[in-house]
């Protein structure tokens, strides 16, 4: 109902009075066959793990937080027990395109099913509104904005849903890889929505985030299922490569079939057209990131699915829903920025049960392309407060705002969102200013620590010395695994890697595996920096040849690596403790030229040389990116008649969500899609600015607004 007022929001709810007054209450159905249930509407003949229990949960009124991977059957934990309840489950999604696809699916099925987002009619809207009101509805999908919309949530509560169901959860945590700051509403909404209890659902949460989320959404008394985290059948191999040589690597990886279907993860879209063209003359690889078209992407997708293509690149910002269940292959081309990225990505292989590996190119450089990022998009403190210390009770238009402060507009908005979301700053939707409280440094510097803290665990990860499945599984918090090593993985197995290079140790390896052995004999155990001084004094060699030989040593048993911290100035330091273990204390030194050490390494100067390279690479890029905003490759020249029709519409909007207009999009993509003036959805993803969430919320509607001008 886009520009529905509040009036006409509860006019129809006292339209639809009688209605409900004539209809029963739907009282919730006996529970205890819930294996029939399964298989007569929904057409399975079995629960997959935890399925039984979770619905269970839901159907006795419990609130539950669901933590399961993507593929894992979180969809049928809300589904089921909300036909079980008799009555409308009402779904709460932040995505249209899997809200398009459920409510596609569930019709198949013979269900009732419907959505109201941003893509949909205020009439076609309004229609909806009258059939769940009416009752007619086993399943209402919504867009998290909606609950700001004037009335809506009290139309909602008018016919009160048997089951609340949130979807992609995590969003609503600060602490979360993809935090919203409109997931927030839902705490203050979900109140007017009772007795209905909640099933909170997310395939990637820490534990840090699974409690945000319950106390976000003030769950009462919520039972958590953490569940299905451990993969049995993939193999994780950590590969340390320049970037110049990945490539090559990879391909010669994949040039044995039993390895394809494979997607590879590019670090950009320019790498992943790169690497795409080089790949196609070998093995018909095709380009799948946010830029391309959607006719494009479904014509890849589809493509692969069928098999006509068996290796897709991607970036690894986007999340490309597929779901193919013999990929053989995942390869990331570059250390992603978290392990909940990570995760996800690796999860798209293997589905079909079959074994399937997970190759991770990294090196030394690709965390600090992550932290200029991080410092572009968090910036320091002392910006924040300077705009902070200009705001008064008064408002400020932002140009003058931004004008006074001296910052380049694009910094500017960044800073002031960031201000704006921690509460220093109360934006309006035209975009005046007024000042917020003064506690926004605590959450502020919280958040900036924990996004920093998410880089230094996915580097942390790459350089572990333990079972690279079991790593993650603690890392989610599965609370129902049994703990056990994978014996897949390039820690656990390092006499089955595929991709991994070894070599035998030199003399001056051999000679620091037998000191730093003879050194942990005595003393038992001991930091990594000081066992790395005492055994290696006097040699040519550096730490990361010297993290090399520790993880050979702990993947063959004989040394025993653990993560571990102190506290120093309100930081975490993290650091490594290494202790000998029973079979290394018996170890004869007679053995040590049969180990293999993990990474290519053949001696000290050529690995120092190397290390070299990777920091000369880096800030290369760094400073290249530092250098100064791209250039758009035309000028940008705005049309003002265009400009004033998308900024009126982007007020309006803005006012209707309750949010700053940059939050719709910023003035600099206002102008560009003013200068360019796109015609057709493949032109408009073509703007500098318009990403895949703006064209799929808005592109209607600004292609509308364009042409409407163009022809007035």
Same mark, same amino acid.
């Given at each position: 109902m886009r520009g529905g007022s509040r009036r006409g929001i509860l006019e129809l709810g006292m339209k639809a009075k009688f209605i409900m007054e004539t209809i029963p209450k739907h009282l919730a159905s006996n529970s205890g066959n819930l294996e029939a249930l399964l298989k007569d509407a929904f057409g399975f003949d079995s629960f997959r793990p935890f399925q039984h229990r979770i619905c269970q949960s839901v159907v006795d009124g419990k609130n539950v937080l669901l933590v399961m991977p993507t593929g894992?059957?979180? =969809?049928?934990?809300?589904?089921?027990?909300?036909?079980?309840?008799?009555?409308?489950?009402?779904?709460?999604?932040?995505?249209?395109?899997?809200?398009?696809?459920?409510?596609?699916?569930?019709?198949?099925?013979?269900?009732?099913?419907?959505?109201?987002?941003?893509?949909?009619?205020?009439?076609?809207?309004?229609?909806?509104?009258?059939?769940?009101?009416?009752?007619?509805?086993?399943?209402?999908?919504?867009?998290?904005?909606?609950?700001?919309?004037?009335?809506?949530?009290?139309?909602?509560?008018?016919?009160?849903?048997?089951?609340?169901?949130?979807?992609?959860?995590?969003?609503?945590?600060?602490?979360?890889?993809?935090?919203?700051?409109?997931?927030?509403?839902?705490?203050?909404?979900?109140?007017?929505?009772?007795?209905?209890?909640?099933?909170?659902?997310?395939?990637?949460?820490?534990?840090?985030?699974?409690?945000?989320?319950?106390?976000? %959404?003030?769950?009462?008394?919520?039972?958590?299922?953490?569940?299905?985290?451990?993969?049995?059948?993939?193999?994780?191999?950590?590969?340390? %490569?320049?970037?110049?040589?990945?490539?090559?690597?990879?391909?010669?990886?994949?040039?044995?079939?039993?390895?394809?279907?494979a997607i590879i993860y590019a670090p950009t879209r320019k790498k992943a057209e790169s690497f795409a063209q080089i790949m196609?003359?070998?093995?018909?690889?095709?380009?799948?990131?946010?830029?391309?078209?959607?006719?494009?992407?479904?014509?890849?997708?589809?493509?692969?699915?069928?098999?006509?293509?068996?290796?897709?690149?991607?970036?690894?910002?986007?999340?490309?829903?597929?779901?193919?269940?013999?990929?053989?292959?995942?390869?990331?081309?570059?250390?992603?920025? =978290?392990?909940?990225?990570?995760?996800?990505?690796?999860?798209?292989?293997?589905?079909?049960?079959?074994?399937?590996?997970?190759?991770?190119?990294?090196?030394?450089?690709?965390?600090?392309?992550?932290?200029?990022?991080?410092?572009?998009?968090?910036?320091?403190?002392?910006?924040?407060?300077?705009?902070?210390?200009?705001?008064?009770?008064?408002?400020?238009?932002?140009?003058?705002?931004?004008?006074?402060?001296?910052?380049?507009?694009?910094?500017?908005?960044?800073? %002031?969102?960031?201000?704006?979301?921690?509460?220093?700053?109360?934006?309006?939707?035209?975009?005046?200013?007024?000042?917020?409280?003064?506690?926004?440094?605590?959450?502020?510097?919280?958040?900036?620590?924990?996004?920093?803290?998410?880089?230094?665990?996915?580097?942390?990860?790459?350089? =572990?010395?333990?079972?690279r499945m079991l790593y993650l599984v603690n890392h989610f918090g599965d609370r129902e695994d049994n703990g056990e090593p994978c014996g897949l993985c390039d820690f656990c197995a390092p006499d089955k890697t595929i991709a991994t290079l070894n070599h035998s140790p030199g003399q001056h390896e051999q000679s620091i595996i037998a000191e730093l052995l003879d050194i942990l004999v005595k003393k038992g155990s001991m930091g990594s920096g000081r066992l790395f001084t005492d055994s290696c004094q006097g040699r040519s060699v550096t730490r990361r040849e010297f993290g090399y030989i520790l993880n050979s040593l702990a993947s063959i048993g004989l040394v025993q690596v653990s993560d571990d911290s102190f506290e120093k100035d309100d930081k975490i330091i993290h650091y490594k403790r290494v202790q000998v273990t029973g079979q290394g204390r018996c170890f004869e030194h007679s053995g040590i030229n049969a180990i293999k050490i993990k990474g290519f390494i053949p001696g000290a100067g050529s690995s120092r040389t190397a290390v070299k390279k990777q920091r000369i690479e880096s800030a290369a890029v760094i400073v290249k990116r530092r250098a100064g905003p791209q250039k758009s490759d035309h000028p940008v020249n705005p049309d003002a008649r265009v400009r004033a029709s998308l900024a009126e519409w982007r007020l309006k909007e803005a006012q209707r969500r309750k949010i700053p207009a940059f939050r719709i999009f910023s003035d600099k993509t206002l102008d560009q899609l003013a200068s360019d003036r796109p015609t057709d959805p493949e032109s408009l993803l073509e703007v500098k600015g318009v990403g895949p969430f703006l064209s799929n919320q808005y592109g209607d509607k600004i292609l509308e607004i364009i042409s409407a001008t163009d022809k007035e």
């Amino acid at each position: 109902m886009r520009g529905g007022s509040r009036r006409g929001i509860l006019e129809l709810g006292m339209k639809a009075k009688f209605i409900m007054e004539t209809i029963p209450k739907h009282l919730a159905s006996n529970s205890g066959n819930l294996e029939a249930l399964l298989k007569d509407a929904f057409g399975f003949d079995s629960f997959r793990p935890f399925q039984h229990r979770i619905c269970q949960s839901v159907v006795d009124g419990k609130n539950v937080l669901l933590v399961m991977p993507t593929g894992a059957g979180k =969809s049928l934990c809300y589904q089921l027990p909300g036909v079980a309840r008799g009555g409308t489950t009402l779904v709460v999604s932040p995505l249209i395109a899997l809200m398009e696809d459920q409510v596609i699916k569930l019709r198949e099925m013979g269900f009732a099913a419907e959505r109201i987002h941003s893509g949909r009619t205020r009439e076609l809207s309004r229609q909806v509104c009258i059939q769940y009101l009416q009752g007619r509805l086993d399943y209402l999908f919504i867009a998290p904005e909606r609950l700001s919309v004037p009335g809506f949530p009290e139309m909602l509560a008018k016919r009160k849903p048997v089951l609340v169901a949130v979807d992609e959860a995590h969003c609503i945590s600060q602490w979360g890889h993809d935090f919203r700051p409109d997931y927030r509403l839902l705490g203050e909404r979900l109140p007017l929505l009772k007795p209905a209890n909640v099933i909170a659902m997310t395939a990637t949460a820490t534990p840090r985030v699974q409690d945000d989320i319950v106390e976000q %959404l003030a769950l009462f008394e919520p039972q958590y299922h953490i569940h299905g985290f451990r993969r049995t059948n993939i193999a994780i191999e950590m590969v340390e %490569l320049l970037p110049g040589e990945r490539l090559d690597a990879a391909v010669s990886f994949l040039r044995d079939r039993r390895r394809r279907p494979a997607i590879i993860y590019a670090p950009t879209r320019k790498k992943a057209e790169s690497f795409a063209q080089i790949m196609g003359d070998e093995f018909g690889a095709q380009v799948y990131h946010a830029g391309l078209t959607p006719k494009k992407r479904d014509e890849v997708q589809a493509a692969f699915i069928a098999e006509d293509i068996e290796v897709i690149v991607a970036t690894i910002a986007f999340g490309m829903g597929i779901d193919k269940p013999n990929i053989r292959t995942v390869i990331h081309m570059a250390m992603p920025g =978290s392990l909940e990225n990570y995760y996800q990505e690796i999860g798209r292989a293997g589905r079909d049960g079959k074994p399937s590996r997970a190759i991770l190119y990294h090196s030394y450089g690709d965390r600090h392309v992550h932290l200029f990022f991080h410092e572009k998009n968090y910036p320091d403190e002392k910006i924040l407060k300077n705009i902070y210390l200009r705001l008064t009770e008064g408002k400020t238009p932002k140009k003058k705002l931004c004008a006074e402060t001296g910052m380049q507009e694009e910094a500017f908005d960044i800073a %002031l969102e960031k201000l704006w979301i921690h509460g220093g700053a109360i934006v309006d939707p035209d975009e005046s200013i007024r000042k917020g409280h003064n506690k926004w440094r605590q959450t502020y510097k919280k958040q900036k620590l924990h996004r920093l803290a998410q880089i230094d665990e996915m580097a942390r990860f790459a350089e =572990s010395s333990v079972c690279r499945m079991l790593y993650l599984v603690n890392h989610f918090g599965d609370r129902e695994d049994n703990g056990e090593p994978c014996g897949l993985c390039d820690f656990c197995a390092p006499d089955k890697t595929i991709a991994t290079l070894n070599h035998s140790p030199g003399q001056h390896e051999q000679s620091i595996i037998a000191e730093l052995l003879d050194i942990l004999v005595k003393k038992g155990s001991m930091g990594s920096g000081r066992l790395f001084t005492d055994s290696c004094q006097g040699r040519s060699v550096t730490r990361r040849e010297f993290g090399y030989i520790l993880n050979s040593l702990a993947s063959i048993g004989l040394v025993q690596v653990s993560d571990d911290s102190f506290e120093k100035d309100d930081k975490i330091i993290h650091y490594k403790r290494v202790q000998v273990t029973g079979q290394g204390r018996c170890f004869e030194h007679s053995g040590i030229n049969a180990i293999k050490i993990k990474g290519f390494i053949p001696g000290a100067g050529s690995s120092r040389t190397a290390v070299k390279k990777q920091r000369i690479e880096s800030a290369a890029v760094i400073v290249k990116r530092r250098a100064g905003p791209q250039k758009s490759d035309h000028p940008v020249n705005p049309d003002a008649r265009v400009r004033a029709s998308l900024a009126e519409w982007r007020l309006k909007e803005a006012q209707r969500r309750k949010i700053p207009a940059f939050r719709i999009f910023s003035d600099k993509t206002l102008d560009q899609l003013a200068s360019d003036r796109p015609t057709d959805p493949e032109s408009l993803l073509e703007v500098k600015g318009v990403g895949p969430f703006l064209s799929n919320q808005y592109g209607d509607k600004i292609l509308e607004i364009i042409s409407a001008t163009d022809k007035e």
